[in-house]
């Protein structure tokens, strides 16, 4: 079992930036690749970033590359997603997921409000 606890979100003005962190708890998640999706209001949930176990690969989503950075730190079982440059169309709840290969993990997500 993983536990994933999201946080970070909050209510920005465009061109902002927001921090958003993600704490895995159960077991260590240094072995997994990482992933951060978002879905907004109305919409599906799209994927947003993801970072290899070791950190060295990253995937970006096309609407957020260029002002969004994943990275990771193991030793504190943590994954992070640093955005630049918000805009409202950034608007939406943020997850954290991660897959074991026996079981997909989710958070219960943080709310990122970017206000033009």
């Known amino acids: 079992q993983v536990q994933l606890v999201e946080s970070g979100g909050g209510l920005v003005q465009a061109g902002d930036s927001l921090r958003l962190s993600c704490v895995a708890s159960?077991?260590?998640?240094?072995?997994?690749?990482m992933a951060w999706f978002r879905q907004a209001p109305g919409k599906e949930r799209d994927f947003v970033a993801a970072?290899?176990?070791?950190?060295?690969?990253?995937y970006y989503a096309d609407s957020v590359k260029g002002r969004v950075t994943i990275s990771r730190d193991n030793a504190k079982n943590t994954v992070y997603l640093q955005m630049n440059s918000l805009k409202p169309e950034d608007t939406a709840v943020y997850y954290c997921?991660?897959?074991?290969?026996?079981?997909?993990?989710w958070g219960q997500g943080t709310q990122v409000t970017v206000a033009s």
């Open positions: 997921r991660t897959n074991t290969g026996g079981a997909d993990y």
């Open positions: 159960g077991r260590s998640i240094r072995t997994y690749t």
């Open positions: 970072i290899s176990w070791g950190g060295s690969t990253t």
